[in-house]
């Protein structure tokens, strides 16, 4: 939540134990059950997933990470995150201040994830940013506030992710997984509840997915549709 302390940026192999709060690590994790899948032969190499995001990224890739664990000829998975992650870093939020969640997030945009594709070198990167990218911010006074369901708005977050995609294209990166995350169910600021809010959010994640760049050479992008997901898990619990 916007209140919590801020962790630094961090990168996160998921075999090593965890050393303070700054370090994302993802193999002391809860049981969640037993998993039975049926595997084909594994590859020549294990498959270098890189997940890129905020915090709840970071605990979405906790199952990832016990499954990459388990499994390590098959996938070796490295998180890059940080509370209240976004790609859009432009812009006067109006919620509260993410000044310093922006700061951190563009630490990683210039700096860390580049030298991350660098040195790494992954086949897949999965995008999710399930808060920052859509809070009301303010980018010009006679414009006033904006939210994803204003068309102003999602120009400029679908040119920020845009430019993130061309940016992770550029290391070799040949598929993108972006998460259409599901809106919160709970939240002190009644505006973040708003299912018109995270709707326009989710249609500029899909657009940006469905985008084939200039020359068609962009990395093969995907959608993972958590709020689908979520809709499923709510409707088994009634």
């Not at 134990?17 to 690590?25: C, D, F, H, I, L």
């Not at 979405?60 to 000829?73: C, D, F, H, K, T």
């Not at 084939?212 to 409707?235: H, I, N």
């Amino acid at each position: 939540s916007p209140g919590d302390a801020i962790p630094s940026p961090s990168t996160a192999p998921p075999a090593v134990p965890p050393t303070s709060q700054s370090t994302s690590v993802l193999s002391a994790t809860p049981d969640p059950g037993p998993l039975s899948l049926v595997l084909e032969e594994a590859p020549v190499r294990p498959v270098r997933i890189l997940v890129l995001g905020d915090s709840t990224a970071y605990a979405a890739s906790y199952g990832l990470a016990v499954w990459a664990n388990e499994n390590p000829q098959f996938v070796r998975l490295d998180v890059i995150w940080c509370q209240g992650f976004g790609v859009l870093t432009e812009g006067v939020a109006t919620m509260w201040d993410i000044s310093p969640y922006v700061v951190q997030s563009r630490e990683i945009l210039t700096n860390e994830l580049p030298d991350w594709l660098a040195r790494e070198k992954p086949d897949v990167v999965v995008v999710m940013v399930t808060v920052d990218d859509a809070v009301t911010r303010v980018w010009d006074q006679d414009e006033g506030p904006l939210d994803p369901q204003d068309s102003a708005y999602r120009t400029r977050l679908r040119t920020a992710y845009i430019a993130l995609r061309d940016q992770i294209a550029s290391f070799g990166v040949k598929s993108i997984v972006w998460v259409a995350p599901p809106g919160p169910t709970q939240w002190g600021i009644p505006e973040m509840l708003q299912a018109e809010r995270w709707d326009a959010y989710r249609s500029v994640v899909r657009d940006v997915a469905g985008d084939p760049g200039v020359d068609g050479s962009t990395p093969r992008s995907m959608v993972a549709e958590l709020d689908a997901l979520q809709a499923e898990v709510d409707a088994l619990k009634r």
